[in-house]
């Protein structure tokens, strides 16, 4: 389980970081996109993984809490999840006045 | 008091969402009258904020709890020295650049002032919490609003240079991220004061993994800060940014060496354990790096917005190097010298328009905006015959000296105390023998501040020494009238230098001594007879 998160979470993170440093400006923001991704699968890596546990607290399982995930993660994550999505949306809009006003999809508004 | 600690959050919050709820660009007069009261208020509040916090014997006025749950569950606002004067400073800067903002520049771009307050609101917030991943929440807030600032106004060079800037924070954002994750994951909490609790009695497996996750958070704050080398973003995106956000940005580089300061000091302060002063080689030699590369860049810079920009990386090279050295009087002394440079910088922010006004390429900007917007002519008419202030030259030129001084920290002005301050107290007793490192960071700063004098005087004798035939721009009070007080400012701290390095020494010793700070949030007192909070 772990090997397999964190094999996604470097192949995200990887593909998402060679793709940031790309020329062109979708490029970036689908590497942008990916390394949103993998850090969004790490902050709930961090919250130590767990399989079969219930997500959150039933009426009669108050005794025993060792047994649940931590929700503090999951939290976070919401949160990272919609800041991300929103800035990368704002992202999409200044790309695409870029190109309208330059012309080309470099990131340096100009062909090298 | 009490209810008071969270004002500087909520009131820019609503005074933005009522601008958005009024129908923005229909009504911007409405607009503009509710940025400039909100802003002046923010002043008030500041003041009272900080007199509460310069009586209360430890430094730490108080701490608000959110919903009244106690402190390391609750998200807590910390309202201490420090946090109190960066917020007056803030105010101070955003009064001034709302102000300025209505002689033209809030008419060249929609919902400035709507974005204006929600950056304030931001930062404020950025400097008052007490929650590592609140901070980054609020951080997220003033980096979402100064993009639409920073392309205010639109042009291709403001979006070229938005472009950079946005993808930069966002990566910096994900950095933020995976750091504070992972220090969740060791210490479990992500309370600032429960951290500094915490750190000390992380074992040695994994201490590597808690030091990986402050390197990592330290990075994105760096970058804000703008160390060299991840400062590259910075002199473009300043240079094009509109002035009266220019001025405000001034303070965003500051938002990033706050943070520094504090947890630096809070989490890796003497006393810590194994990882006491962790990182601060690193931000000597990035501070000093950061203002070699800044002095030689002033030096380069043709036009004198890329010189503004990396006289502010001089400047927050400074204040990183100085937290590097890790000593109280220093500390106190780069307080000193922060509150003047942003002032300094804020004022020369907004000054340069007025001065390249008619010259630079940006008027033209202006002119095709003006177009897009085309109802405005008959208040354009109407700023045209406006009360011109007479002896115009002569008026920037003294603004424009007194710039140059507080930014060379040459006397008579407030950056010369503050250069001195950081040099004494860095020299320390003559018995002190010094490390290598010390004398470079003195040297170079000595070298920054003449760099700064070279590469201003011939800005200046640029400008306002040029052929006769050269056009005197029009300058309205309310634009005038900002930079002055903002000098004014300067020129006040520099009289009442004595209080206020008491004041910033005291702060020093404080953030030296951060176990107050932590009783002051983790002690405060929730209310026995209260039946909604938890048990």
């Known amino acids: ?112 | 008091m009490n209810n008071l600690m969270i004002a500087p959050v909520v009131l820019p919050l609503f005074a933005g969402a009522i601008m958005l709820a009024l129908g923005g660009e229909q009504r911007r007069n409405i607009s503009a009258a509710l940025n400039i009261i909100t802003s002046f208020a923010l002043v008030a509040i500041s003041i009272i904020l900080l007199r509460a916090a310069a009586v209360a014997p430890t430094g730490v006025a108080g701490g608000y709890r959110r919903g009244d749950w106690p402190a390391p569950f609750a998200i807590v606002l910390v309202v201490d020295r420090l946090a109190t004067l960066m917020l007056l400073l803030t105010s101070l800067l955003a009064a001034a650049a709302a102000v300025f903002s209505l002689a033209r520049w809030h008419r060249v771009g929609v919902l400035f002032h709507p974005l204006f307050q929600f950056m304030l609101m931001g930062i404020n917030g950025a400097f008052l919490t007490g929650d590592l991943f609140n901070l980054f929440v609020f951080i997220e807030v003033l980096l979402a609003a100064s993009y639409g600032l920073a392309l205010h106004g639109s042009g291709s060079a403001r979006v070229k240079a938005g472009l950079h800037y946005i993808a930069v924070n966002l990566v910096a954002s994900l950095l933020f991220l995976i750091g504070v994750s992972l220090i969740y994951g060791v210490t479990g909490t992500l309370n600032m004061a429960d951290l500094a609790t915490r750190i000390p009695a992380i074992g040695a497996q994994d201490r590597g993994l808690l030091e990986a996750g402050a390197g990592i958070l330290g990075i994105a704050f760096l970058v804000k800060a703008g160390m060299w080398p991840l400062c590259f973003w910075l002199p473009g995106t300043y240079a094009a940014a509109p002035p009266p956000v220019a001025a405000i940005f001034a303070v965003l580089t500051k938002v990033g060496a706050y943070i520094i300061i504090r947890l630096s000091l809070l989490l890796f302060g003497d006393g810590t354990g194994a990882s006491a002063q962790f990182g601060d080689q690193l931000l000597l030699m990035g501070g000093m790096a950061t203002v070699a590369f800044g002095a030689i860049g002033s030096l380069a810079s043709q036009d004198m917005a890329r010189l503004a920009s990396f006289s502010v990386l001089v400047s927050s090279g400074t204040i990183l190097a100085t937290i590097g050295l890790g000593q109280v009087g220093v500390t106190g002394a780069a307080l000193f010298y922060l509150i003047s440079s942003t002032l300094g910088l804020g004022a020369f922010f907004l000054l340069i328009e007025l001065v390249e006004r008619d010259r630079e390429p940006g008027a033209d900007v202006l002119a095709v905006t003006r177009e897009l917007y085309g109802d405005e002519d008959d208040s354009e008419n109407l700023q045209e015959t406006g009360i011109a202030i007479p002896a115009t030259i002569g008026i920037l030129g003294v603004a424009f000296i007194s710039c140059a001084l507080v930014i060379s920290g040459m006397p008579p002005l407030s950056g010369f105390v503050a250069k001195f301050a950081i040099l004494t107290t860095a020299l320390g007793s003559p018995a002190n023998e010094l490390p290598l490192a010390v004398w470079i960071f003195l040297f170079l700063s000595i070298m920054s501040g003449l760099a700064a004098l070279i590469a201003m005087t011939r800005a200046g004798i640029r400008s306002f020494w040029a052929s006769p035939d050269r056009t005197i721009p029009r300058v309205r009070l309310i634009e005038m009238a900002p930079v002055a007080v903002l000098l004014l400012l300067c020129a006040i701290q520099t009289v009442e230098a004595g209080p206020v390095m008491r004041f910033m020494q005291a702060t020093a010793q404080s953030l030296h001594a951060p176990h107050h700070y932590v009783r002051g949030v983790l002690d405060s007192p929730v209310r026995p007879d209260d039946s909604r909070g938890p048990t």
């Open chain 1, 1 to 112: 389980m772990e090997i397999v998160l964190a094999i996604g979470i470097g192949v995200l993170a990887g593909s998402g970081g060679w793709l940031l440093l790309r020329p062109r400006t979708f490029q970036v923001i689908i590497g942008l996109s990916l390394l949103s991704y993998a850090v969004n699968l790490f902050i709930v890596a961090m919250g130590r993984l767990k399989i079969d546990a219930a997500p959150i607290l039933g009426s009669h399982a108050a005794e025993d809490i060792t047994g649940l995930p931590d929700p503090l993660p999951q939290a976070l994550v919401l949160t990272a999840i919609v800041i991300s999505f929103a800035t990368t949306a704002l992202f999409l809009v200044v790309l695409i006045a870029s190109r309208g006003l330059t012309g080309t999809d470099h990131v340096d508004g100009r062909e090298p």
